[in-house]
């Protein structure tokens, strides 16, 4: 590694390794104190909505000044609390301190990923897990049964799922939007209409000259500050981390590819994987005590030295899917699932790590050995800017904010095996560029400088004055925009006030209007309408939870009347009273 | 890669700025005089050049990790500026023509640099050091008073808070000028406006030194004042941001006044050192 490297990490992991440590310890009094200052005790309702600034996305604070435009109408005060990622995640998701908050959940396609999003009791874990701390037994059978049922009895499983979801309304979910993204198509020939959800669409994409090294484009800086594959903080798919770590299998389009796995097979519930020969970035062969150990840590990462287990909140969904991983021998392994082989099957594309780097960070993390918060391990903040992963790059440089420069790995299988074929010739360099803003990233694909945004452009184009040597892609993606409510904190804790300030939204209206590409909105959180039943499409008003208005027009007595009819109090001023 | 360019681009043109101003404000007669005695007016500055070089670096240190400190002690308000403040910025941005727009963004990054570091050359070509060393007192002052801020307070400018009212003009109007600008901005610290506080740390020194030159005054002043409209005419800041500015620039320059005649002879050199230094 450069020296640059080294001298900036070495004091980068005293500070922001250990950030989220000291938020983690202090959150609970600051979050009281700024509640006084900034509500200075007063008797009306008053909500916040936590999002992120509008250069980071303007989609969510266009959303939420409208929520709390409507939710002040109707007597409710209102606060915007602007939140970096970063800080929104380690908030929202770590700590759980929020009472609304508008965003985009990284990826809702197959229904399992509700399991992880909504049992309930995943409500006190960190990461995605259950961030609404809804507690709905219903819910929580419907969604063990869709783990273990298959065909009809599934669907129907998930069908009512849906409907239990849409109608005890822990979220309202949004849209999935179509993501547009702007490829130079002299340099790029192929592949770039994908995703690029999973670092499988960046390996396949086709350049035209292939010993030129890919060149994208991201907005967030994330992966400038921590290649950590666990952080819940710095990560939202994971794909840069996704080309240096690699699982048993990798997603590739709609299927799942044998990776670091040669084969699966499934016997009813058991799994057995016979591993590919592969080594790490520095040369120590990879075995079926890596897979083990990972599991392990994924399940626990302090290894069983904390009281209780501290679980990476990242693939915690697909680690719940499976009971136990056993060591056969140096190169197979034996994993049983909580889960049919269908479902189960998902737990494979975890990122296995190695134990030689990682069972030295099952401890708790601190500050230089001082401010130790024995609720999170190193594992969960350690920055990993130096990674030893199995995948076909590995990390050549990285600026902070700016550049992660990435370069080929030498004798990596993808490049000897057969099966790979579809994904030669790979780049023998990537670089991933954070882009201020849309326009640069746009005059650096006219230039050439880079091959494709793939941080999607999310601000208004013009697309008359566009270069002739950019071409713009619209793809679906399975990122899902939703509001959120803290259930944990009264009165969203109380279904019927949920509903009513979902009703605020004219969901509709905002799909077309605060998007830069018009969206189809839904009453589901699932980007695969197969599963949704016919009650709950969004046909021209939300099924469950109409808006109470017409052309985004909020009609102010019937979302009052609404409140009364639910047992809230409004005064003289039309302020509506916290409740009691 | 990509900042190279923008920034040879704009060092090129502020040098050639900072010649034209320096040719029209010192004159040659000034400019030849300094040139001859360069030495010995820099040493006498060396104390006040070390305390502003040594603020630089911390505010560079600070910089990568003031975030993450802020986002533990601080407090985010943004909200609470805009519920104070209104729809100011919003209303200043309908008056918005796209020439207002290009000299707007031209002033906030060319105009801003040649305003800060012009003075220092004024000031070096006279023959009392006295300017010179109030002007890097007060912009040391600016730098470490405006971080204990951004160590307190969180706040985003008007284009992150309320994007339907406010544009990010300069960012849609040279998108490139965003790659220079996050390498000393974070959309975090829009209060106190520093782009505010420095520019009228350099007016108030300007009027100071009006006597000695006036032709720097009438240049200062009018382009401080575009440099202060530029930030919220842009979307960058809001006007509670830069009242707090234009108060911390003001406090800056009484505190530097007061700092170098209560101080100035103990911080100077020592006489020994100073001939030794100066070549004498």
């Known amino acids: 590694m450069t020296a640059a490297l080294d001298a900036s990490t070495v004091s980068r992991r005293t500070l922001i390794a250990s950030a989220t440590a000291a938020s983690v310890a202090t959150a609970g009094c600051l979050r009281e ?20 600034p509008a250069s980071n996305d303007p989609v969510p604070i266009r959303i939420a000044n409208r929520l709390r435009d409507n939710l002040e109408a109707i007597g409710i005060g209102a606060s915007i609390e602007l939140r970096s990622a970063r800080p929104f995640r380690v908030d929202v998701l770590y700590n759980h301190d929020f009472d609304l908050a508008i965003t985009t959940h990284p990826q809702l396609s197959r229904p399992d990923a509700l399991y992880s999003l909504l ?237 030689h780097v990682w069972h030295d960070r099952t401890d708790f993390a601190s500050v230089e050995g001082y401010l130790e918060e024995e609720t999170i391990t190193e594992a969960l903040v350690v920055d990993n800017l130096d990674p030893i992963g199995s995948g076909p790059y590995t990390v050549e440089e990285v600026t902070d ?118 969206q189809s909105p839904t009453a589901a959180p699932l980007s695969d309408t197969v599963w949704v039943p016919e009650e709950l499409a969004f046909e021209e008003v939300h099924p469950v939870v109409p808006f109470l208005g017409s052309s985004n027009e909020l009609d102010v007595d019937a979302a009052q009347d609404a409140l009364t009819d639910i047992g809230l109090q409004i005064d003289d001023e039309g302020r509506v009273i916290q409740p009691g | 890669m990509m900042l190279d360019s923008i920034l040879l681009r704009v060092l090129a043109i502020v040098l050639g700025l900072l010649a034209l101003t320096a040719l029209v404000v010192i004159g040659p007669a000034g400019l030849h005089r300094m040139a001859t005695s360069v030495r010995p007016r820099v040493v006498a500055v060396i104390p006040e050049v070390t305390l502003l070089v040594g603020v630089l670096w911390l505010n560079r240190f600070a910089r990568q990790y003031s975030p993450d400190v802020a986002w533990i002690i601080g407090f985010e308000v943004t909200d609470a500026i805009y519920r104070l403040e209104g729809n100011f910025v919003g209303w200043l941005q309908t008056l918005a023509i796209p020439e207002l727009t290009v000299y707007f963004s031209r002033v906030y990054v060319y105009g801003y640099v040649v305003l800060l570091v012009f003075p220092v050359l004024a000031y070096l070509a006279l023959d009392y050091p006295r300017p010179l060393r109030t002007l890097l007192v007060a912009y040391s002052l600016n730098y470490v008073i405006g971080l204990v801020f951004y160590l307190l307070i969180i706040a985003y400018g008007p284009r992150n808070l309320v994007p339907d009212l406010v544009d990010p003009l300069l960012y849609t109007a040279f998108p490139e000028y965003q790659t220079l600008t996050r390498q000393v901005n974070r959309s975090i610290n829009v209060f106190p406006s520093l782009h505010t506080s420095l520019s009228v740390t350099v007016m108030f020194m300007a009027w100071r030194t009006r006597e000695t030159y006036p032709r720097w005054a009438a240049i200062a002043l009018p382009l401080g004042a575009s440099v202060v409209i530029s930030t919220m005419y842009l979307g960058i800041h809001w006007a509670i941001d830069v009242i707090a500015g234009i108060i911390l620039g003001v406090v800056a320059v009484y505190l530097a006044v007061a700092i170098v005649t209560r101080f100035g002879e103990q911080t100077a050199l020592p006489e020994g050192l100073f001939d030794r230094l100066a070549g004498h």
């Open chain 1, 33 to 52: 104190l700024r509640s006084v200052l900034t509500t200075g005790g007063s008797e009306q309702l008053s909500l916040s909505i936590a999002v992120i």
């Open chain 1, 119 to 355: 049992h309930s009791t995943l409500g006190p874990e960190r990461g995605w897990q259950n961030p609404y701390g809804w507690d709905d037994l219903t819910a929580d059978e419907l969604l063990e049964t869709q783990r273990t049922a298959t065909g009809t009895e599934r669907e129907e499983a998930i069908g009512e799922l849906l409907t239990r979801v849409a109608e005890a309304h822990p979220l309202t979910p949004l849209w999935f939007p179509i993501r547009r993204r702007a490829v130079n198509t002299d340099q790029l020939t192929g592949g770039y209409d994908a995703s690029f959800e999973t670092p499988h669409d960046l390996l396949a994409l086709e350049q035209a000259d292939p010993d030129q090294p890919l060149s994208v484009s991201i907005s967030a800086i994330g992966p400038t500050q921590s290649l950590n594959p666990l952080s819940v903080e710095h990560r939202d798919r994971g794909v840069v981390t996704g080309l240096l770590y690699e699982g048993l299998l990798r997603r590739a389009d709609d299927e799942l590819r044998p990776w670091l796995a040669e084969e699966v097979s499934w016997m009813g519930d058991t799994a057995e994987v016979t591993l590919r020969s592969a080594q790490w970035h520095d040369g120590i062969e990879i075995t079926a005590d890596d897979v083990a150990f990972t599991y392990d840590l994924l399940a626990d990462t302090s290894l069983g030295s904390a009281e209780a287990p501290i679980p990476a909140p990242r693939f915690r969904g697909r680690r719940s899917l499976i009971d136990e991983v056993t060591g056969l021998d140096e190169h197979t392994i034996e994993l049983t699932a909580d889960a049919s082989p269908a479902v189960a099957e998902q737990a494979l594309t975890v990122p296995i790590l190695p134990e």
């Open chain 1, 401 to 518: 904010r700016e550049i992660v420069e990435l370069t080929r790995v030498e004798d990596h299988f993808v490049d000897e095996a057969d099966e790979f074929d579809d994904l030669h010739p790979l780049p023998p360099r990537i670089g991933i560029t954070v882009s201020p803003n849309d326009g640069t990233s746009l005059e650096w694909v006219a230039d050439g400088a880079v091959d494709l945004t793939l941080g999607p452009l999310l601000s208004e184009i013009e697309t008359e004055d566009l270069d002739e040597s950019i071409t713009l892609v619209e793809t679906p993606s399975t990122a899902c925009y939703h509001v959120m409510y803290n259930t944990r904190r009264p009165p969203l804790s109380n279904t019927n006030v949920r509903r009513v300030i979902a009703q605020l939204l004219d969901i509709g209206y905002l799909a077309e209007e605060v998007t830069t590409i018009e």
